[in-house]
Nanobody
Framework: QVQLVESGGGLVQPGGSLRLSCAAS????????VGWYRQTPGKERELVAS???????NYADSVKGRFTISRVNAKNTLYLQMNSLKPEDTAVYFC????????WGQGTQVTVSS
């Protein structure tokens, strides 16, 4: 079973930047469309960005123009560059496939606050 490990979160001021990383062990990640999700307490997990195996990307309207998703298939790694962060971006961020979801990792906390 593929294991997902997210990292790179932290506390940042509004307008700041963070780069999240997702490392997937084993096979079953590099040949799928994958994405970054986020969740805040009391809300459903939402997909914020996705990338196909050919690096075609898609973004939620709330992050379009500020976040950039990328992947390195050879390393089974997924990234999310987050710029111009806003307090409403505060959430736990997770990576996963878009279909045939894998077991969720622990996620990485992103807090945007002054």
């Amino acid at each position: 079973q593929v294991q997902l490990v997210e990292s790179g979160g932290g506390l940042v001021q509004p307008g700041g930047s963070l780069r999240l990383s997702c490392a997937a062990s084993g096979t079953g990640f590099g040949f799928y469309t994958v994405g970054w999700y986020r969740q805040t307490p009391g809300k459903e997990r939402e997909l914020v960005a996705s990338v196909t195996i050919n690096s075609n990307t898609n973004y939620a309207d709330s992050v379009k123009g500020r976040f950039t998703i990328s992947r390195v298939n050879a390393k089974n790694t997924l990234y999310l560059q987050m710029n111009s962060l806003k307090p409403e971006d505060t959430a736990v961020y997770f990576c996963n496939r878009i279909r045939e979801l894998l077991n969720w990792g622990q996620g990485t906390q992103v807090t945007v606050s002054s």
